[in-house]
Each structure stands twice: as C-alpha cells, then as structure tokens.
C-alpha cells in the first residue's frame, strides 16, 4: 500500500506520525487495527483534519488533492464539504514572459477548466470561493463574484470573456445561475455576480 494513505479498513502512519527508534510504522499499523472502531475512526479524523489547508489551497501547475479526498467515500464526502465551501481556491497562472492580460486570463481559465474536469458535479457546486492570481492582477470570486483590481482597457474586455466563459462552464457542470448583477460595477472595482441555486442537503 502506498505511504500516507488510509482506506476504510487501515490507517498507514508512514509520512505522518514519528515512530520511535524501537517501533515500526507496521508495528504501530498493526496496534491500531487492534484498538476498538471508535478509537480507529477518531485516530483516522485526526489525520485527515491534519491535512486541511488553514485558508487557501492553491491551483497550480504542482497542485495534489488532499489525503482526505483520497479515501473511504463517507469520510472523503465530509472532509470535501469543508474543502470546498469553507476555503478559498486560487487559481495560479504567472508568467513574466507573458505581458497580455488577455493572455494570461486565457491561460487562467484553461487551468481552472482542467482541474474542474477531475472534480465530480457535487464537490463543483460546493465551491464557495475561486481567486484568480494572474500576475500583477488580483481576480476574486466570492459565492460566485469576480473583481479583478487591475483596470485596464484590455484587462476589462479579457476579464469580461473570462466570466462567461466560466460562467458557461459551470453551467455545463449543472451549476445554474439564476441572475447576473453588474451592480458591484464602481470606480475601484469591476465585478460580475454569479447567484447560485443552494444545494439542497
């Protein structure tokens, strides 16, 4: 079995608790299949809760799913609701050799439509907060609003083309948008509003 991983059935402390010198990794594998299922339920939540970024988790070329979405479907679920609605995802996209920011948000959206495609419809929508660091520009999105800082005539078309075509995708993802407000348009900020459906629990 691969190290640092854990099934319904077994916990693998390799990579994330240190044995003493006089105790293997199986020795301790082995007492913890022994101890009563609570015990080894509790022991298995300390180890996922371990992995959970404490704010952001960013989206780049070396991004990995967390140890908590690789696991038993009942854990994987609930450790996914967290990851997903409670922090921000930032999707990196920097190149000092790429001046346009239409260039650059283009290469942004491609990267998010990447890493969404590995996602199932259900952690989609759970997706409370997608940032886009592009550069010198800061793009957020929050429950699903975009501001991008940098204002420019260029950064203001590309950034239009980049919300409805993320717009589109996550529609695509069974995601509905029920309204678009352009009312968060000011001098400081431009912005678009995504209103979603809330997930029926």
Known sequence: MANNSITANHIDLDNTMTASSSTT??????RIQNLPQELQ????????????????V??????????GLQIDHKSREKFA???????SHRVVEYDPEVYSPAESLDH???KMRRWLWTLSTL????????????????????GITWFPKHISDECNLAWSALTSRVWIHLLGHGIVAIQMDEALLSDETHG???????IEE
């Open 41 to 56: 339920d509790w022991i298995k939540e300390l180890v996922i809760d371990d992995g959970m970024p404490s704010s952001y």
């Open 192 to 198: 678009v509003d995504l209103f979603r459906e809330p």
């Open 108 to 110: 942004a959206y491609e």
């Open 25 to 30: 990794t199986e020795e301790l594998n082995d």
């Open 123 to 142: 952690h989609i929508q759970h997706i409370a907060t997608l940032r886009f660091d592009v550069g010198e520009m800061r793009c957020r999105v929050t």
């Open 81 to 87: 609701k967290e990851f997903y609605r409670l922090l």
């Open 58 to 67: 960013n989206i780049d070329d070396s991004y990995k799913p967390p140890l």
